[in-house]
């Protein structure tokens, strides 16, 4: 469906140079002389490079329709991702890749988002937290609260955050799964 560029938002699903993209920023800029224009950040959803664009307000772009479902991650093998849509309980692998650096965030049975165009799954969108246990960090200092100061922590499924100084090894955490930091001890 065509669209001013003018009115482009973040989370969009554009076609450009004949292929998708998805809208990571999107900032209207209108400089004291010339016209008005869209700044955009792009991720490729086939290939996952990302490119800066300018679009005038009055051009048009192409948006594209994206349909939600709901799917649960099986499992990991060497031909890729495995997942199965949770109303058809239709199977289909992505590439490993898919996910990026929050990769290590996703594990067996979790239940995730995934965008389709045309019937082809194209993106995966985990769960904003996650909780994880803490296997390594330094020892709890006795009488330490909560300060400005935070220590480094591996989680279990690897990853290497900064946690705060109160949190010690077999504690349980919310970790954001999109910047992989810190959110609150689990309850």
């Given at each position: 469906?065509?669209?001013?560029?003018?009115?482009?938002?973040?989370?969009?699903?554009?076609?450009?140079?004949?292929?998708?993209?998805?809208?990571?920023?999107?900032?209207?800029?209108?400089?004291?002389?010339?016209?008005?224009?869209?700044?955009?950040?792009?991720?490729?959803?086939?290939?996952?490079?990302?490119?800066?664009?300018?679009?005038?307000?009055?051009?048009?772009?192409?948006?594209?329709?994206?349909?939600?479902?709901?799917?649960?991650?099986?499992?990991?093998?060497?031909?890729?991702?495995?997942?199965?849509e949770s109303e058809t309980f239709e199977q289909?692998?992505?590439?490993?890749?898919?996910?990026?650096?929050?990769?290590?965030?996703?594990?067996?049975?979790?239940?995730?988002?995934?965008?389709?165009?045309?019937?082809?799954?194209?993106?995966?969108?985990?769960?904003?937290?996650?909780?994880?246990?803490?296997?390594?960090?330094?020892?709890?200092?006795?009488?330490?609260?909560?300060?400005?100061?935070?220590?480094?922590?591996?989680?279990?499924?690897?990853?290497?955050?900064?946690?705060?100084?109160?949190?010690?090894?077999?504690?349980?955490?919310?970790?954001?799964?999109?910047?992989?930091?810190?959110?609150?001890?689990?309850?």
């Open positions: 469906m065509k669209q001013l560029a003018g009115s482009i938002r973040i989370g969009w699903v554009i076609e450009y140079k004949n292929k998708p993209w998805t809208i990571t920023k999107a900032q209207h800029i209108k400089p004291g002389k010339g016209g008005a224009f869209m700044q955009v950040e792009m991720k490729s959803v086939e290939e996952g490079t990302k490119t800066n664009e300018r679009f005038r307000t009055e051009d048009t772009v192409e948006k594209l329709m994206v349909e939600e479902k709901d799917c649960q991650f099986l499992f990991e093998d060497s031909t890729g991702l495995t997942f199965m289909f692998t992505m590439p490993s890749d898919i996910l990026g650096d929050s990769r290590p965030f996703l594990t067996d049975g979790m239940e995730v988002l995934v965008d389709y165009i045309d019937g082809r799954p194209i993106s995966v969108e985990l769960p904003l937290q996650v909780t994880c246990k803490v296997v390594e960090t330094e020892p709890v200092v006795k009488g330490q609260t909560v300060s400005s100061s935070y220590k480094p922590a591996i989680l279990d499924n690897g990853v290497r955050i900064m946690v705060p100084p109160f949190i010690g090894v077999d504690d349980k955490i919310v970790v954001s799964t999109s910047e992989a930091t810190y959110v609150e001890r689990a309850k």
